[in-house]
T-cell receptor, first 113, second 114 residues
Framework: GQQVMQIPQYQHVQEGEDFTTYCNSS?????IQWYKQRPGGHPVFLIQ?????EVKKQKRLTFQFGEAKKNSSLHITATQTTDVGTYFC?????????????FGQGTILTVHP | DAEITQSPRHKITETGRQVTLACHQT?????MFWYRQDLGHGLRLIHY???????NKGEVSDGYSVSRSNTEDLPLTLESAASSQTSVYFC?????????????FGPGTRLLVL
């Protein structure tokens, strides 16, 4: 089935450093969603990207969708301890799999104060 | 406020026992999903439902079953628990009115099979 590959699996940063996670697909995505899961918590929706080359910002978080709609990235500027958690990209399958999401493996971010 | 709940939050069981995990949502969402989360594998879809009496298999459905008798509930049953089913289980729901919807997750159930 369709897969989205997410890298890196782990990222350790010092507070104040930047962080980026990447999501790649072998096929063209209709759109892509990003979720955050705090330690011990549940995934929470962050954003959805729809258009080729789209860039959206949420405070220190910048989300990009590639021109070919085969990749996406999440960049956090000047990380804070509140940014710790696992970040997932997710591909809405569409078609006959209406409403389903295929998740990347996630990137676990730790931030050292 | 509308919400999605799971019970129990923690469960310890023995190999071979039948276990049922409950999921209840009050958003009146049509779509409901069950995932398991294991380190290195992200969230993997077990079963999902698009509405009452509808159930579908996900990518890791072996050993699991679901039933949808009403809009609010999608219980997940492990027919004969195995140690490989030790995991964190998340239920999620979405409205079911469009192709690319946000999913809303429950708090999760941690299951340990001894």
């Amino acid at each position: 089935g369709q897969q989205v590959m997410q890298i890196p699996q782990y990222q350790h940063v010092q507070e104040g450093e930047d962080f980026t996670t990447y999501c790649n697909s072998s096929t063209t995505l209709s759109n892509i969603q990003w979720y955050k899961q705090r330690p011990g918590g549940h995934p929470v929706f962050l954003i959805q990207l729809v258009k080729s080359g789209e860039v959206k910002k949420q405070k220190r978080l910048t989300f990009q969708f590639g021109e070919a709609k085969k990749n996406s990235s999440l960049h956090i500027t000047a990380t804070q301890t509140t940014d710790v958690g696992t970040y997932f990209c997710a591909d809405p399958a569409g078609g006959t799999s209406y409403g389903k999401l295929t998740f990347g493996q996630g990137t676990i971010l730790t931030v050292h104060p | 406020d509308a919400e999605i709940t799971q019970s129990p939050r923690h469960k310890i069981t023995e190999t071979g026992r039948q276990v049922t995990l409950a999921c209840h949502q009050t958003w009146n969402h049509n779509n409901m999903f069950w995932y398991r989360q294991d380190l290195g594998h992200g969230l993997r879809l077990i079963h999902y439902s698009y509405g009452v009496q509808d159930t579908n298999k996900g990518e890791v459905s072996d050993g699991y079953s679901v039933s949808r008798s009403n809009t609010e509930d999608l219980p997940l049953t492990l027919e004969s628990a195995a140690s490989s089913q030790t995991s964190v289980y998340f239920c999620a729901s979405s409205p079911g009115t469009g192709p690319s919807e946000t999913q809303y997750f429950g708090p999760g159930t941690r299951l340990l099979v001894l």
